[in-house]
């Protein structure tokens, strides 16, 4: 019988190399994230590859699975003890070995498999380890089964069977590449600066860029682990900085950056211009709308409310569906609702038919920003942008809030407001418009600025967003109220960075 984990363990004792550490709030609302040593050790993983080959069981899914690891000094390890685990919960094991999160789903669908487990960390920092996972294609695990996967593995209700099978399936990235750039090749032939981070992209990003008909400008392609100059994430300025400097030394079309594991993409215009993410989806959505009359899409709660207030995407007739933010609850809705396509801020993509399968990856979003500057001669991409209606929106800020209380914090948060909103009380000056509480709060007031507040479904931080189509001095206004309601809770910490 494998033993019950535990919740903490001292490293370096005969306990800690025996026994299983799996620290509860590793387990998310949609994927599991643990600092590897003090949170999770190799024993933990391994009673987490047998808890979910127990719940593959349990949900009567074939019990057949991908497995895949990004570019970290440890994934290997990782996802070697999950894959034992999982071969004693008696699964059919297909390893692609080292490869983006989207090839382990485009696996799924190639290789005839229901189930995925991959292991990364995205883009959090070195030390942090985890597992994204689903049983029902294209779609990853949602609260219910991050729930019941939790009491499995930490009361250990395993179902050691055994019995399994392992296949590694050897350069399976040439299947995920030629299935990308099977496509007419781009005339315009942009110049692309292609942005990883040193993570795992750079090994892949450049070749389908290039095979599709791009210049390639490589930054920070070479696989590096420590990631000397920045962690790959879509979402941090200094990546974004970098991907601005390189274009304006090269006179770039446009630089595409990918995170950790490559489900995320963010931009750069050729002005060396920032874009965040949800507004180059209103840019997508613009460009789809106009091909497809009354296109539905789906936008996280973080994103800009031009989606529901653009004049093109209006006379488009296409619709707009905000939603959880979370790569898992997009994809749901995605599929759910038969949107298109979906959007959130952070920079998962979801595509569905012609487009995509319906799952976030950072290669067709970056070719789908190829194909809208095709369609589009004569424009560049700072052109398309600017013809959007002016907003001033805040990057993604996240003060710091241990897991144990974030939501109980978020929780109270959302009962101010809607306080506030009963009451008649002002918020920034002004009376409060719309609430939307189907993830933390969105207040909107009355002239259009809204702040959102919401727990991290990944991190020990809250999330923090503002945006205004009056002015930048009313976006500060809101991210002032916002930030003083917070600092009434001295749980929560500094800011990784604000406006």
Known sequence: MFPKPK???TPNTYAYESEPLVKPTGFREYDARWLLGSEINLMGVQALGLGLGTLIRELGVRPEIVTAHDFRGYSASVKNSLVCGLLA??????DIGLAMTPMAYFAQFDL???CVAMVTASHNDNGWTGVKMGT????????DEMTRLKDIVLNARFDARGGGSYAFHENFPARYIADLTKRPKLKRRPKVVCACGNGTAGAFAPRVLEAVGCEVIPL???LDHTF??????????KMLHAMADAVREHKADVALGFDGDGDRCGVVDNDGEEIFADKVGVMLARDISAQQKGAIFVADVKSTGLFMTDPVLLANGAKTDYWKTGHSYMKRRVNEIGAVAGFEKSGHFFFNKPLGRGYDDGLI????????????PGKSMADLKNALPKTWSSPTMSPH???????????????HFEAAKSSGAQVAGQGIRDLVTVNGVRVTVEDGTWGLVRASSNKPELVVVVESPVSEARMRDMFKAVDAVLRTHSEVGAYNQTI
């Open 7 to 9: 919740p903490a363990l």
């Open 89 to 94: 919960a008696g699964c059919k094991v297909h």
């Open 112 to 114: 005839d498999v229901p």
């Open 136 to 143: 029902s294609r294209p779609l990853t695990f949602g609260p």
């Open 220 to 222: 920070d392609c070479e």
């Open 228 to 237: 000397p100059r920045y962690n790959p994430n879509t979402e941090d300025m």
């Open 365 to 376: 979003f970056a070719l789908a920003v190829c194909d809208m500057l095709e369609r589009n």
């Open 401 to 415: 809030c241990a897991d144990e209380i974030k939501y109980g914090i978020v929780d109270r948060v959302v009962a």
